[in-house]
Structures are given as structure tokens and as C-alpha cells.
């Protein structure tokens, strides 16, 4: 199986924003587009993207999941960019007509369609370091993916990084490109030095997120995460895991959760930490690393509370369960 996200189908949709309107969107070959090397988006990275999936169902159906909340969110992060304002209505047409068209490409389950639309500022000068691009595509580009958990869905080591920062605090809530930039270099050190897997960005001692999934920790019959506010990244995968515990009567905190509390937590047997995300889903979180020192979560193996989470979401996304929150738009 080819690496998550390196097969693309042969053609994208692609709109235009040019003299203060958006083109109609068109079908255009994927495998290049064509920009003035002085873009806007390549010297002051105005860009921002999204990451959703469409699932196949056994009555041959295509179902995308939670598409408006990922298409929101690239409302905003466009805004907060002062990238144009996107026409969400477009969008949402441009989304399911791509995965109309590649409909027959759905995998069916493990496997989902990887849907990336993508916003960059085109406009050529470099004399736009402090003003927005005043052009810009917007494009979606398709992916079939494989089951994530192939590789054996061995629960991660996460290091603990009290000092660094993902990314600037006034960009968390943003999906744009320069965050993950800034990511890189202390994740590259701490899978060099440490052996983890990520970074587990704990900014003077608040447990924040990894460089690209939401940190979840359960304690018994309570599910903690941080509570909203700008400094990271509100996934739809953590808001979709946190409504499935709140409708198996698990009790939900989204709060502050220091580093000193994780850790004792963590500590007890029964603990639980899960990372989620849109490729991941809900991935075990087994060791925790604090400078020399090696923690483990609870047995330091998958904790049974995150399968059937997991499970729980899954089902809605395969067609197996009842979509109760009117989570999914059928083609
Ligand atoms: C995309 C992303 C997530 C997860 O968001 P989902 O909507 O659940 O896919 C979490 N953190 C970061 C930094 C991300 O880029």
C-alpha cells in the first residue's frame, strides 16, 4: 500500500478569485497548476487547507463526514489569514462534485476517500510582505487511503515538550501551512533523541495538542481535553469523540489540564490517552516522556475505553450504526 496521502486522483476542482470575485469552478488535470514564482503564497505562506473524508457504505452509497464543520473552519482560517473570503456554498458544491466524480474510487471500509481542499494567496509581489494577496485558487484534491492502523496501531510515545511551542499562539486555531513548518524541527529532535513518535506541545505546563492531532486523556469515566481557545487546532474529530462520550454517559471536562495532573493520572492503572484526528481517528497515546524518564499511560497498551470510542465513531462513518447527529451527507 502507497503512503497516506501520495496517490492523487488524476483531477481536482479549482476555483479562482481574480478582480474581487470567485470563477466558476472547473475540473482541471491534478498533477500541476500554474504560479508566478513571486506568489504571494510562497513567500508569505498565505495558505490554508482542510482534511475530511468520504466513506463508502454497503448499499454503495458515498458519505462525507461532518463536511460543513470542515468547511467553516476553512472560512475561518481563510479570515484569519485575510486570505479572500471563501463562498461556502461553492465549496460544498465543489467537494461533491469531485467525489461524484470519483465515486468509484471510494475504497470501501477500512479504506476512505482523503479529501484536502486547499486556499493560497496567487497574487505576484514579493512587495506584499505586510498586505494580502489580492487573488487566489481554491482547490480539492482527492486521496484514497488505506486503514491508518495497518502498521499494527501500536500506541505511541509522546514527548513532552514544556518549553517549545507548536506553532505562534495567535495561528493555533489556524490549518495553515507555516504551523507545521514550525512544528518540524523539535518533532524531527524528539523522534532523534528521544525515540517518540510526536510532541506533545505543553506550553508552561498547559497540555495543549501534537503537531498535527487533538490530545485526549480518559480517566475512568471521564474524558478530559483542553478547552477551546485560539492556541490550537479544534479538530472535528475531537468534538465528534467528545458528543459519543457524552451520549455513552461519560462525563465530559474540556478544560485547562496541567502537565502536573496528566502525569499523575496517567500514573493510575485504567488511565487512557488518545490523540485524534481525521487520518488518525482515535490513536493510542502509550508512553509519555519527560525529559530522561518514561511514563506509561494506564497499562501502556490500548485501553479498551479508546477501541470502543473508536469503534463508535467508526460505525457512523462505515454506515454500521445509526447517524444520530446528522453527521454524514450522502451522494
Ligand atoms: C487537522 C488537525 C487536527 C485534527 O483535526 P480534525 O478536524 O479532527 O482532523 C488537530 N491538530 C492539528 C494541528 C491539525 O492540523
Redesign the pocket.
Known amino acids: 500500500m502507497a503512503a497516506f496521502g501520495t496517490v492523487f486522483m488524476p483531477e481536482m476542482v479549482i476555483a479562482k478569485f481574480e478582480n474581487n470575485v470567485w470563477s466558476e469552478a472547473t475540473f482541471v488535470d491534478s498533477n500541476s497548476i500554474a504560479m508566478h514564482p513571486g506568489a504571494h503564497v510562497l513567500h508569505y505562506s498565505s495558505t490554508c487547507f482542510?482534511?475530511?473524508k468520504a466513506f463508502r457504505h454497503d448499499d454503495g452509497s458515498i458519505n462525507i463526514f461532518?463536511m460543513d464543520?470542515?468547511i467553516k473552519?476553512m472560512a475561518q482560517s481563510s479570515r484569519l489569514l485575510n486570505l479572500p473570503e471563501i463562498n461556502e456554498q461553492q465549496l460544498s458544491d465543489m467537494i461533491q462534485s469531485v467525489v461524484k466524480k470519483y465515486a468509484e474510487d471510494v475504497p470501501a471500509p477500512p479504506g476512505s476517500m482523503y479529501i484536502r481542499p486547499t486556499h493560497i494567496g496567487t497574487e505576484a509581489s514579493i512587495g506584499k510582505a505586510a498586505a494580502p494577496s489580492a487573488t487566489s485558487l481554491l482547490y480539492v484534491l482527492l486521496s484514497p487511503v488505506g486503514d491508518y492502523f495497518s502498521g499494527g496501531g501500536k500506541p505511541l510515545r509522546l514527548l513532552l515538550a514544556n518549553d517549545g511551542m507548536?506553532?505562534a499562539e495567535h495561528m493555533?486555531m489556524i490549518?495553515s501551512g507555516g504551523?507545521?513548518a514550525s512544528?518540524l524541527g523539535p518533532i524531527l529532535a524528539a523522534k532523534a533523541e528521544s525515540n517518540a513518535d510526536q510532541i506533545l506541545f505543553c506550553p508552561n505546563g498547559d497540555v495543549q495538542?501534537?503537531?498535527?492531532?487533538?490530545f485526549i486523556l480518559i480517566d475512568g469515566n471521564e474524558i478530559i481535553t483542553k478547552a477551546l481557545d485560539s492556541t490550537?487546532?479544534?479538530?472535528?474529530?475531537?468534538?465528534?469523540i467528545l458528543s459519543l462520550a457524552a451520549d455513552m454517559g461519560m462525563t465530559v471536562s474540556e478544560r485547562e489540564l496541567s502537565v502536573d495532573e496528566l502525569l499523575e493520572r496517567a500514573a493510575k492503572p485504567g488511565t487512557e490517552a488518545a490523540?485524534?484526528?481525521?487520518?488518525a481517528v482515535l490513536t493510542p497515546v502509550g508512553t509519555l516522556i519527560v525529559g530522561e524518564e518514561e511514563i506509561a499511560v494506564g497499562s501502556g497498551e490500548t485501553g479498551p475505553t479508546t477501541v470502543k470510542l473508536r469503534k463508535a465513531l467508526n460505525d457512523i462513518q462505515w454506515g454500521a450504526a445509526e447517524d444520530k447527529h446528522n453527521w454524514l451527507t450522502r451522494l
Not at 209 to 214: C, I, L, P, V
Open positions: 482542510e482534511g475530511l461532518r464543520q470542515n473552519r507548536r506553532c493555533g490549518k504551523n507545521y512544528a495538542e501534537t503537531g498535527a492531532a487533538n490550537f487546532l479544534h479538530g472535528v474529530t475531537r468534538a465528534s490523540l485524534s484526528g481525521t487520518a
